[in-house]
T-cell receptor
Framework: ETGVTQSPTHLIKTRGQQVTLRCSSQSGHNTVSWYQQALGQGPQFIFQYYREEENGRGNFPPRFSGLQFPNYSSELNVNALELDDSALYLC????????????FGPGTRLTVL | KNQVEQSPQSLIILEGKNCTLQCNYTVSPFSNLRWYKQDTGRGPVSLTIMTFSENTKSNGRYTATLDADTKQSSLHITASQLSDSASYICVVSEMNNNDMRFGAGTRLTVKP
């Protein structure tokens, strides 16, 4: 176990809805990164939060947004869900702005119908 | 086009045998390269991290090599075990931002 937790484990939504996914980072870590992993593919970097500020973003539209709280836990929000948003969403916590080792959570499986 | 390419896409070996997985990348400037093991439906688990100045790193039966000149890395697994069955993912970080580029992974199956 990495000490990184994510909720919920599974989620089913319909097109156009909004979703919020949550991640609790490992104790002592101030950086959280979010990834989208489609079936059979490697994870794609969405964005990273360091000390409550966005600290890098991948090639995802603005309807993917995030938040990091003072305790370094984080949320990923996706608006106007599309079918292609169906994926495993992973968060990873680390120190040192992600330069060091990253510890991944178990992921949230999102299905958009 | 993905800047991290892994080969083979899948591999089946017998328990006890060795294998080598390949990773080629075009990410530049390069900060570090990581290998992860991911069991189905689980989050990836870190195996090795190498900076551009390192050319080999071991973690038990896993040995990663890096050639920063040719932009190639390999992960060698010795004396494979059934529990090694998983996807192995190569991840390359860019120097100037925190974008981590993941390969699509190699799916390894170890059979008894």
């Amino acid at each position: 176990e990495t000490g990184v937790t994510q909720s919920p484990t599974h989620l089913i939504k319909t097109r156009g809805q909004q979703v919020t996914l949550r991640c609790s980072s490992q104790s002592g870590h101030n950086t959280v990164s979010w990834y989208q992993q489609a079936l059979g593919q490697g994870p794609q970097f969405i964005f990273q939060y360091y000390r409550e500020e966005e600290n890098g973003r991948g090639n995802f539209p603005p309807r993917f947004s995030g938040l990091q709280f003072p305790n370094y836990s984080s949320e990923l929000n996706v608006n106007a869900l599309e079918l292609d948003d169906s994926a495993l969403y992973l968060c990873a916590s680390s120190g040192d702005r992600g330069r060091g080792e990253q510890f991944f959570g178990p992921g949230t499986r999102l299905t958009v119908l | 086009k993905n800047q991290v390419e892994q080969s083979p896409q899948s591999l089946i070996i017998l328990e006890g045998k060795n294998c080598t997985l390949q990773c080629n990348y075009t990410v530049s400037p390069f900060s570090n390269l990581r290998w992860y093991k991911q069991d189905t439906g689980r989050g990836p688990v870190s195996l090795t991290i190498m900076t551009f100045s390192e050319n080999t790193k071991s973690n038990g039966r896993y040995t990663a090599t890096l050639d920063a000149d040719t932009k190639q890395s390999s992960l060698h697994i010795t004396a494979s075990q059934l529990s090694d069955s998983a996807s192995y993912i190569c991840v390359v970080s860019e120097m100037n931002n925190n974008d981590m580029r993941f390969g699509a992974g190699t799916r390894l199956t170890v059979k008894p």
